[in-house]
């Protein structure tokens, strides 16, 4: 207890060397909270942009679709899938999709686009693309119930990328030609209306993509209700992981009770002849979240965070080296203090704890003061957030600030560090002040 007392009162004994002791802890602490709340706030607004762009946070493909996409692999009636989506929690929204590909004509100029058919209401509330038109307006979600067939219900309206737009000179209310394979083995063609361009450059994901109704591709790729992907909105990306292991669970559980009902049907023996017609063909749904989606994306802002942690690494050594080389000094300073306290009769692993205490205790302070200040700073840059010099584009967005994340490991990873960092690098000072000599210890003037 005695030498606990000793070890406080010294702190404030030599008060120059103490607060520059403190001010490099500080400093680092500070540092250090403000590196992680700005690198995963920055991570967080790039997947979150990323994600809300077009993949969404978690997929549903027949099996094998993502590997090896094909016109044939579908999933059949998505409206029936929301019942499942529903029961689950953390869902905001989500989005029926359909995929091709298309030769595109505008006069003699002809181009390869992807078709990408969506339901306008339910992409709207899932994902961002509503906000990368560039001129003109989003698709018509409304249907025009005075006509009979589903190819006239909805009228043929197609959205088309900037590159598609640059390489066919395409201006609003132009009309292409879409010629394409359908499901059924015939050849599609038909006239569509371009009411929209999307923004973006050379790095846009949907450069040449074709957006229409998903009834319209329905139709023009003779899929009849059927479709190859479900994108979903989940309330926070770092749930994907979770929520597609539910989702997936629950399909299989269904798939399941529905092969059970027909054993006792004695149905087996139509199964094989179903295809894709009616439920048989959602038997074998796969469940993704974005990390394996976007295996490319995900795996650079992975080498990102690991080039991250090395900067963090130099910032903990520059602290260290801080605190080695003023509690070094303090050492040879005291040398003649802890020479009288040794012939007064004080134990070399007394004097050992003391240091170490002297340490811990300065480590405190200047973590309570750390934290004050990195609450503010941080705070502040998640409101205001740091502009970038220049607008920086990832996949078709623009991130122009990049903004903290107020979140626990931004102050406790610090705390952490600071506190044993100061701990560790006065292990080689305190063994230093356990060997001085008494006797040689007084001698010094």
């Known amino acids: 207890m005695l030498i606990l007392k000793i070890a406080f009162r010294n702190i404030f004994r030599q008060r120059r060397r103490s607060i520059l002791t403190a001010l490099t802890m500080i400093g680092g602490y500070v540092l250090l909270s403000m590196a992680l709340s ?8 790039v997947i979150e942009n990323f994600s809300k762009s077009y993949t969404g946070h978690v997929q549903l493909h ?4 993502l590997n090896k996409p094909s016109l044939y692999r579908t999933l059949n009636d998505y409206k029936s899938v929301d019942k499942i989506l529903k029961t689950v929690e953390g869902v905001k929204s989500w989005t029926p999709r359909i995929f091709s590909t298309a030769l595109v004509s505008k006069g003699k100029k002809t181009a390869i686009a992807r078709i990408v058919g969506i339901d306008p209401e339910q992409e709207a509330k899932t994902t961002s693309i ?44 132009e009309e292409i030609v879409l010629v394409s394979q359908g499901a059924d083995g015939s050849i599609s063609n038909d006239i ?49 992981q979770q929520k597609a292991n539910i989702l997936d669970k629950t399909f299989k559980d269904m798939n399941n009770n529905n092969v059970g ?11 094989g002849n179903n295809g894709n017609n009616g439920n048989n063909g959602n038997n074998e749904i796969e469940v993704l979240p ?21 900067c963090l690494f130099i910032i903990v050594i520059i602290v260290a080296i801080g605190v080695l080389n003023t509690v070094l000094m303090t050492i040879l300073e005291r040398t003649i203090e802890y020479g009288i306290l040794r012939a007064l009769g004080t134990r070399p692993f007394m ?46 967005f623009s991130i122009t600030t990049m903004y903290g994340l107020i979140y626990p490991g931004a102050f406790s990873t610090p ?15 305190a063994i230093r002040a356990m060997k001085i000599i008494p006797v040689e210890a007084m001698r010094m003037n």
């Open 415 to 429: 705390a952490i560090v600071t506190f044993f960092t100061a701990l560790v690098v006065s292990i080689f000072p």
């Open 261 to 271: 009902n027909k054993d006792n049907n004695g149905n087996n023996g139509n199964n």
């Open 351 to 396: 004097l050992f704890r003391m240091i170490i205490l002297e340490s811990g205790f300065l480590a405190l302070i200047s973590i309570v003061i750390g934290f004050i200040l990195s609450f503010i700073i941080n705070y502040l840059v998640s409101i205001y957030g740091i502009d970038y010099p220049a607008p920086m584009d990832i996949g078709g």
């Open 192 to 240: 569509f209306k371009v009411v929209a361009i999307l923004k973006g450059d050379i790095f846009s994901v949907n450069r040449n993509y074709c957006y229409m109704n998903i009834k319209v591709a329905q139709s023009f790729l003779s899929l009849e209700n059927r479709f190859h992907e479900i994108t979903i909105a989940l309330d926070h990306y770092k749930y994907a």
């Open 290 to 310: 974005w990390p394996v989606i976007e295996k490319q994306f995900y795996d650079t802002m992975t080498f990102e965070k690991r080039g991250m942690r090395i």
């Open 62 to 65: 027949k099996k094998g679709y």
């Open 38 to 45: 700005i690198s995963e706030g920055t991570y967080g607004t």
């Open 130 to 173: 509503s906000d990368k038109i560039r001129e003109g307006k989003f698709i018509d979600s409304d249907l025009d119930t005075t006509k009979d067939t589903i190819k006239n219900t909805v009228k043929n309206e197609v959205m088309v990328g900037a590159g598609l737009a640059e390489i066919l000179n395409l201006k609003l209310g």
